[in-house]
């Protein structure tokens, strides 16, 4: 089967780190993506790993390790701003709909 | 670029009437399009996989006569709810897949209310 786990919720204050886990258990693979959403509106692209490593992009930076199925979103220099959703998806095959995860609730609070 | 605009952005309709929802690709040609589904505080739901020029591929448990789907042309989908009722009362969002591996473009989503 296809599962994509991540933690439902999590805080973190002004200024600070967070990271945020994805697992995943795909037929096959094609690639790991990380989308911000905020309450009411579509999912809006951060970033995008096929192969093992970190991808930093500003604030925000992606890590992939395909041996062990796993991926991290971290978020610097947090602002209130970023409180959202975020949803980790994985394609396991060109072509295919994503498969997303639940979705994390990160609450950035001053 | 890559941009896709989704219309109606919201729709308020009456238990037993069809809803109407465009999805349309303003800058690139999407021989797939995919249509999802978000019920509130849950995560995004494949409903069906969309394809020009023939018949959409539906996931399982989604009914194919009830979410009426056409892909007439290459920056074109439309996904029609028939009959519908409260339950499917929900956030559709449409994804156009363009070239490359991470070339998904999200809508801007449609808030379906059936009262």
């Known amino acids: 089967g296809q599962n994509i786990d991540q933690p439902t919720e999590m805080t973190a204050t002004e200024g600070a780190i967070v990271q945020i886990n994805c697992t995943y258990q795909t037929s096959g693979f094609n690639g790991l993506f990380w989308y911000q959403q905020h309450a009411g509106e579509a999912p809006t692209f951060l970033s995008y790993n096929v192969l093992d490593g970190l991808e930093e992009k500003g604030r925000f930076s992606s890590f992939l390790s395909r041996s062990k199925g796993y991926s991290y979103l971290l978020l610097k220099e947090l602002q209130m701003k970023d409180s959202a959703s975020y949803l980790c998806?994985?394609?396991?095959?060109?072509?295919?709909?994503?498969?997303f995860g639940k979705g994390t609730t990160l609450s950035v609070s001053s | 670029g890559a941009v896709v605009s989704q219309h109606p952005s919201w729709v308020i309709c009456k238990s037993g009437t069809s809803v109407k929802i465009e999805c349309r690709s303003l800058?690139?040609?999407?021989?797939?399009m995919f249509w999802y589904r978000q019920f509130p505080k849950q995560s995004l739901m494949l409903m069906a996989t969309s394809n020009e020029g023939s018949k959409a591929t539906y996931e399982q448990g989604v009914e194919k006569d009830k979410f009426l789907i056409n892909h007439a042309s290459l920056t074109l989908s439309t996904l029609t709810v028939t009959s519908a009722h409260p339950e499917d009362s929900s956030f559709y969002i449409c994804?156009?897949?363009?070239?490359?591996?991470?070339?998904?473009?999200f809508g801007s989503g449609t808030r379906l209310t059936v009262v």
């Open positions: 994804s156009a897949l363009r070239q490359g591996a991470s070339g998904y473009t």
């Open positions: 998806a994985a394609s396991n095959q060109a072509g295919t709909a994503l498969i």
């Open positions: 800058d690139f040609q999407a021989t797939t």
